[in-house]
Every structure is written in structure tokens, then in C-alpha cells.
Nanobody
Framework: VQLQASGGGLVQAGGSLRLSCAAS????????MGWFRQAPGKEREFVVG????????RYTESVKGRFTISRDNAKNTVYLQMNSLKPEDTAAYYC????????????????WGQGTQVTVSS
């Protein structure tokens, strides 16, 4: 199983980025997908998740109204649209997969991608 995250970069506060996570080696349409992030010196935290069929989503409070998760099961890809970015969003962002629904607990996830760095300047 491979999860390939991409789309990170350097952006000014108020800007936008779109992260992608392409999955292979698993039946993507049967897996919930989550995005987590980890800033230097901090623990990894849940950001957003989407169920296997795209019908259910979960957002951490700090990103509600700014971030949107979506998935394309035909392309085995999950997306994270990040708008109105803030310096506190700076972190390495990781995608992860678990069967069926998405949860907020990192230990529930079976597979992880490498991180993609998001840096928001003030």
C-alpha cells in the first residue's frame, strides 16, 4: 500500500493550497481517509476525515469553514482544499487510511503517507 501526498508549499497568510493524496495497493473505495498534521515540537493532530463513500466528513474545530476534504474514488485520490490559511496551520500534513469510516484517532489508521510540508507566512 502506498499513499502519496503532494501539494504542500509556502504560502502567505490568507492564501490557499490544495493537497492531494493518491492511494495504491488497496481498495480505495472501502477506506476512510484522514488528514493529520504535525508542527515542530507538537504532537500529530487530526485535521479532517472522510468516509469511504464520501458521505461523512469530520473536521477539527480550528479548520471548519476554511478547509474542505473531498475524494474521487475513480482516481483513488483524496483532496484537502485549504483556504484562508493561517500561520498556525504550518505543519507537515499526512494522509492516512483505515477501513470504512474516518475517525479522529491516529492509531485507528492502518496506512500512512509521507508528509507534505505546508508553511504559512505572516
Amino acid at each position: 500500500v502506498q499513499l502519496q501526498a503532494s501539494g504542500g508549499g509556502l504560502v502567505q497568510a490568507g492564501g490557499s493550497l490544495r493537497l492531494s493524496c493518491a492511494a495504491s495497493g488497496l481498495t480505495f473505495s472501502s477506506y476512510g481517509m484522514g488528514w493529520f498534521r504535525q508542527a515542530p515540537g507538537k504532537e500529530r493532530e487530526f485535521v479532517v476525515g472522510i468516509g469511504y463513500d464520501g458521505r461523512t466528513t469530520r473536521y477539527t474545530e480550528s479548520v471548519k469553514g476554511r478547509f474542505t476534504i473531498s475524494r474521487d474514488n475513480a482516481k483513488n485520490t483524496v483532496y484537502l482544499q485549504m483556504n484562508s490559511l493561517k500561520p498556525e496551520d504550518t505543519a507537515a500534513y499526512y494522509c492516512a487510511a483505515k477501513p470504512y469510516g474516518a475517525t479522529m484517532t491516529s492509531s485507528d489508521y492502518n496506512f500512512w503517507g509521507q508528509g507534505t510540508q505546508v508553511t504559512v507566512s505572516s
